[in-house]
């Protein structure tokens, strides 16, 4: 595969400035054949040979219900980690068995919730096991488990190993046991989610094994689903290499493989990729408004705080930004050691520190690169600043509008009027 993915005809019929110009700044657009693709890869993971697989796609990386629309038309199915999650799933035409609710010490309210739904629940400790026996007795439940090896880019998103709060371990495999006994509930699945972005799938086969082991203790199981964390390369500008999608397929096909030959049993296996599937598909336009000097640094000052994208503040994430804007005049430098910075009045407010970018001035524009994953879920009204519009360049390569701006209004919407208040106390 090539290793420099990104198409060049990215934003279709239009160009960041029109783009801009038109739906103001700051804007994520989306591109509708970049995401098709990776929904395909992810569907098709496996190399034809007749297993029953499904790819559920892990919404919390970008739950626009437009891009929902188009994951499902790709058969894709879906993980829901909130009440929200659920309601905006269907919102986007997912059916309640096309989702499956990864909770995560969740409320009796949230867990009935999925329940009366019939949407699928997985619990992840011996407590939440419990509450769903009383909540659900004689149910069908999934459970989680943490089988002591993680995966991440950062330690913020490794969700499995012996350091994370995600999943039940195997010493407490007794207990579970009894309480499953205890409620007569049936185990209709085991999953695991090791952590976020892996570029090399070793850690993840080896994942594989051990749940597929753990699998010879539930008799009732109708799928086993080995988690998301499929990575994409953010520093493509580096060289930085695609995950191999291909080996990855062939490694978890003869894995699976060898434990039908096995075992005989007829169960469907699950993969939960979120990043991948939306991830390149998303570019982050904003507006350079300042630039300044300061005690030997440059800063490009933009309107890209970390309300807006919060993946750099929150990881330390590096993403490729590409500048669109001026004429350079021959003679001008081009490029620049600089260091990008937000909007927000903090200064941990920075998007980049320190990198060699082709030199920007006032008024350019950045295009934050592969921002489709965790941008816009992650965006926040932090310093009363209205959450970005969102735009889809469709297959024909026309813009649309998939989520306006937020307005003003917005940010006083919830308040609740004297009037109000005073009703509800007496
Ligand atoms: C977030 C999450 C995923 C998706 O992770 P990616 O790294 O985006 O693929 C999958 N499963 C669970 C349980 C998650 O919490």
New binding site residues.
């Given amino acids: 595969m090539n290793n420099d993915s990104r198409p060049n005809n990215f934003y279709g019929v239009t160009t960041p400035q029109e783009l801009l110009a038109k739906y103001d700044s700051p804007l994520y657009v989306y591109n509708e054949s970049v995401l098709r693709t990776r929904c395909r890869e992810m569907a098709q993971l496996l190399p034809k040979s007749g297993f029953n697989f499904q790819a ?1 796609y ?1 919404c ?2 970008n739950s626009n219900v437009e891009l929902l629309k188009i994951i499902r038309e790709e058969g894709l199915t879906a ?1 829901a ?1 909130s009440p929200g999650e659920i309601f905006v799933l269907c919102a986007a035409g997912f059916q309640p068995s096309e989702i499956f609710y ?1 909770g ?1 010490n969740v409320s009796d309210t949230e867990m009935r919730y999925a329940i009366d739904h019939q949407v699928a629940v ?1 619990v992840d400790s011996l407590s939440q096991l419990q509450q769903f026996g009383k909540i659900n007795p004689g149910g069908k439940v999934a459970l ?1 488990f943490n089988p002591g090896i993680g995966v ?1 880019h950062h330690q913020k ?1 490794v ?1 499995a190993g012996k350091n994370t709060k ?1 999943g039940i371990t195997t010493d407490h495999l007794p207990e579970v046991k009894q309480c499953i006994e205890k409620y007569h509930l049936k185990v209709c699945g085991l ?3 090791l ?3 892996f570029l090399d799938d070793q850690v993840f086969l080896e994942g594989v094994q051990k749940l597929l082991t753990l699998a010879n203790d539930f008799e009732d199981l109708e799928f086993i689903d080995f ?5 994409v390369p953010y520093q493509k500008s580096q060289g930085q290499l695609r995950l191999d999608l291909l080996k990855l397929g062939i490694h978890l096909a003869d894995i699976l493989s060898q434990w039908k030959a096995v075992h005989h049993r007829d169960i469907q296996f699950k993969i ?6 939306v ?1 390149e598909c998303g570019v982050l336009l904003g507006r350079v408004h300042a630039k300044k000097e300061g005690y030997g640094k440059t800063y490009i000052g933009t309107d890209l705080g970390f309300n807006v994208f919060a993946r750099a503040v929150l990881y330390g994430a590096e993403h490729d930004i590409e500048v669109y804007g001026r004429q350079y005049s021959p003679n001008e430098k081009k490029t620049e050691i600089v260091t990008v910075v937000g909007n927000i009045c903090e200064s941990g407010d920075i998007l980049t520190d320190g990198r060699e970018l082709p030199a920007i001035g006032v008024g350019d524009i950045l295009g934050i690169m592969d921002a489709g ?2 941008g816009m879920s992650m965006a926040s009204n932090y310093n009363n600043r209205l959450r970005p519009a969102e735009v889809l360049i469709g297959m024909d390569g026309t813009p649309r509008l998939i989520r306006r701006r937020e307005s003003l209004e917005d940010l006083v919407r919830n308040f609740v009027p004297q009037e109000i208040q005073s009703a509800t106390v007496r």
């Fill in positions: 559920d892990s919390k990386a993980d980690m990864i995560n997985s989680r991440g998103v969700t995600f999953n695991q989610h952590g976020s972005l988690g998301g964390g499929m990575g939960e990729p979120g990043r991948y599937v991830a994953a965790y």
